[in-house]
């Protein structure tokens, strides 16, 4: 009996807590998400398992993170204190934003330049959930990193609320990026419900053919504006358009496919199970972590509905008239609203294609969503 003892003292059973137990279930429900249901599996599947670990009782791991004790005896940190490093030092949120640059083409955007009049009007739910925030008593630094959940930018989410609010990051990192991957279920009803059916049957003029020098241009023109304008988005700005300058450039195939392929995907890897780490149970479990939940399921879709009434409005004043569904496209998931865009285009007219329409305010929203990160950050006092 003593032999069986002292192995029951080696393990870890005894430090199971209730509250381990409850994120359990979270995590089955983020894995199902992913895995049965598709929905951002790249970002949801190593968010989950970080923050199953995060609550099992363990031992160099997370040593010398905030909120988990000290560091070894030997000064050093747990495995995942250098992987948050890059969190904390703000590295994995840019090279994010370098992969979605290689990827993304800026062609639609720059046919269609009205498009950043849409992806302006998306973040009109950052700033209405920014006020609801303070309403209920967020300070203003965390009203900022929740409202930046109507983005529907997790790097950008991640990058903002390191720099205001890193208490909150674990609960506005899983609100954004499964909002995210709801995308699909969230904005059709909106859709619908703001348009009328002749409206969603508009068929959009063809867009012109852009050039090559143009997206170069392009890339470095507004690089310098807009970091001139919001300099404390520089990080963010910088690595879009440097992604997007190897795409289109055509000399640094090696560059641009390493960028789109190998170095996006292990930063999310980190990232994923970096954010994934911080959701313990004391954290995650209290009435402040459902309401970043509940506001930012409201920022998203207050964003969405912003977009395509503007869109309406625009269509007043404009004789070439745009499909209000493109409006939904400016939120900053890309290309995935831009693909609802196009699915509920098809259910009115099937004959109907919106996809490339849809990704000029697609892409307008993720540098809007940066901007705006960025007068946050210099208005709120960001480190």
């Not at 994120?23 to 249901?37: D, S, T």
Request: one cysteine or more.
């Amino acid at each position: 009996m003593e032999l069986l003892y002292r192995i029951w003292e080696t393990t870890a059973f005894d430090d199971i807590t209730w509250q381990m137990t409850v994120m359990w279930g979270v995590v089955a429900v983020l894995l199902y998400l992913a895995v049965a249901k598709g929905f951002e599996p790249l970002l949801l599947v190593p968010i989950a398992m970080g923050a199953l670990l995060a609550n099992l009782p363990t031992h160099g791991v997370v040593e010398g993170m905030a909120g988990a004790g000290s560091f070894k005896p030997d000064g050093t940190g747990g495995m995942f204190y250098y992987f948050y490093q890059g969190i904390h030092l703000e590295l994995f949120p840019p090279i994010i934003f370098l992969g979605v640059g290689a990827l993304t083409d800026f062609g639609p955007l720059i046919a269609n330049p009205r498009m950043l009049i849409l992806g302006g009007a998306a973040q009109i739910g950052v700033f209405a959930t920014v006020f609801g925030a303070t309403l209920i008593g967020f300070s203003m630094p965390e009203a900022a990193s929740i409202g930046i959940i109507g983005g529907a930018d997790g790097p950008t989410s991640i990058f903002l609320t390191n720099k205001l609010a890193p208490h909150l990051l674990g609960p506005v990192a899983v609100a954004a990026y499964t909002y995210m991957s709801l995308v699909p279920l969230i904005q059709p009803p909106i859709m619908r419900l703001l348009t009328t059916q002749k409206e969603r049957r508009i068929r959009m003029q063809t867009m012109r053919k852009v050039s090559k020098t143009e997206k170069l241009v392009f890339a470095v023109m507004v690089m310098v504006v807009c970091i001139l304008l919001v300099p404390d988005a520089a990080a963010l700005l910088f690595m879009l358009f440097l992604g997007n300058f190897f795409r289109e450039c055509g000399v640094v195939e090696r560059l641009s496919k390493a960028a789109q392929n190998e170095i996006i995907n292990i930063t999310t890897i980190f990232l994923g199970a970096s954010v994934g780490i911080t959701m313990t149970g004391e954290r995650f479990l209290n009435l402040q972590t459902i309401g970043i939940i509940f506001m930012g399921v409201v920022a998203f879709g207050v964003s969405t509905a912003g977009g395509v009434l503007i869109a309406k409005a625009m269509n007043l004043v404009s004789k070439n008239k745009i499909n209000p569904l493109i409006g939904s496209a400016g939120v900053s998931a890309v290309p995935m609203a831009a693909r609802v865009s196009q699915t509920e285009g098809q259910k009115a007219d099937p004959g109907n294609f919106l996809l490339m329409h849809a990704m000029g305010p697609n892409v307008a929203g993720v540098i809007g969503t940066a901007l705006v990160a960025g007068y946050f950050i210099a208005a709120l006092g960001g480190r």
